[in-house]
C-alpha cells in the first residue's frame, strides 16, 4: 500500500514538475518536437532537429551523470564522476553505491543494466564501437536492409583507422579510435593466434569471429 501511495505521490510530482516547465514565464511554451526520452536515440533525433532549426523539447526520466552535462553525481577524482570514466561501467554495475540513482529498477536476478538519465545506457561508458550485422538488419524489413543504413552508419563516423572508406566515415559526430596496443594486449592476441583463432581487423567488417583490438568511440563536443 506505501509502495502505491509513494508511487502516485512520484506520478504527480513528475507531472507537476512538466506542467509547471511548460508554463514558466507565464505561458504555454511551444515547441516543434518533443522527444521522449534522452538516451542515445532521443540525443541523436533532438540533436539533428536542432541542428535543421526546429525547437525541440527533450523529456528524460533521469538526470544528468556526467560532468560535461551538468551532471554532480559523486565525484571520484577532483571533479569528474564514475561515468566520466571510460570503461567505469563496470564498477558502475557492480557497484550500486554509484549508480542506483541513474538506473531503472527491473525485478529480476540478476537486474539487467537498463540506464535512466541524460544519455540512456551511453552513460555506462563502455565506448566500444558494434554496429548490428547486416543479417541483423535484414530480418528487420523492407527500409532496413544493410545498404539503406551503411550510410548513416557512415555519416555518424569519424573514424582515424578506416577514414573514408566503402565501411566507415569521417567528418562525423561519432570519434571512433583504435585502442593503443601494449605489451599485455600484444601477448594475448599472439595466444589467440597460436590458437587458430583469425584476427580481425574490423570488427565491424564482414568477418567479426576472431580477435583483434577493440574500437572505441566517443561523441565529439
Ligand atoms: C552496460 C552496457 C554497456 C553498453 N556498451 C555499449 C558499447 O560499448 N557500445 C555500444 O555501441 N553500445 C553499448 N551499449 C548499448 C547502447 O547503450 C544502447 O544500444 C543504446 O543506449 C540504446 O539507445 P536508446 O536511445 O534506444 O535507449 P537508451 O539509451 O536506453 O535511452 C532511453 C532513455 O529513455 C528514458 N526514458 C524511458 N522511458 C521514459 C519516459 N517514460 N519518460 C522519459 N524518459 C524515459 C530512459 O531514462 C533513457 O535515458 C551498452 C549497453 C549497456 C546496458
Known amino acids: 500500500m506505501l509502495r502505491e501511495v509513494g508511487l502516485l ?18 505561458g504555454p511554451a511551444v515547441f516543434d518536437y518533443i522527444v521522449v526520452g534522452g538516451g542515445s ?16 523539447l527533450v523529456l528524460e526520466a533521469g538526470g544528468s551523470t556526467q560532468i560535461s552535462l551538468g551532471g554532480d553525481a559523486e565525484p571520484v577524482a577532483g571533479k569528474w564522476t564514475i561515468f566520466d570514466v571510460p570503461l567505469g561501467w563496470v564498477q558502475v554495475l557492480s557497484d550500486h553505491r554509484w549508480s542506483k ?53 557512415k555519416r555518424s563516423e569519424d573514424n582515424e583507422q ?18 593503443a596496443s601494449d605489451e599485455l594486449s600484444d601477448f594475448f592476441l599472439d595466444a589467440f593466434s597460436t590458437a587458430g583463432l583469425p584476427h580481425v581487423e574490423d ?7 576472431g580477435a583483434g583490438a577493440e574500437t572505441k568511440s566517443k561523441r565529439e563536443g
Not at 9 to 26: K, Q
Not at 47 to 56: I, N, P, Q, T, W
Not at 203 to 209: E, K, L, S, V
Open 162 to 179: 578506416f577514414g573514408s572508406s566503402p565501411l566507415h566515415g569521417t567528418g562525423g559526430p561519432v570519434r571512433v579510435t583504435t585502442v
Open 41 to 56: 536515440t532521443g540525443a541523436v533525433v533532438a540533436g539533428r532537429l536542432g541542428e535543421a532549426g526546429y525547437s525541440v
Open 9 to 26: 505521490l512520484l506520478l504527480a510530482f513528475s507531472a507537476w514538475s512538466i506542467v509547471r516547465y511548460l508554463f514558466a514565464d507565464g
Open 101 to 153: 540513482e541513474f538506473q531503472w529498477v527491473v525485478p529480476a536476478d540478476p537486474p539487467p543494466a537498463i540506464a535512466r538519465g541524460l544519455g540512456g545506457c551511453g552513460i555506462h561508458n563502455a565506448m566500444l564501437y558494434m554496429r548490428g550485422r547486416p543479417a541483423d538488419f535484414a530480418e528487420w524489413g523492407a527500409g532496413w536492409s544493410w545498404d539503406d543504413v551503411l550510410p548513416f552508419y
Open 203 to 209: 570488427f565491424n567488417g564482414p568477418d567479426r569471429i
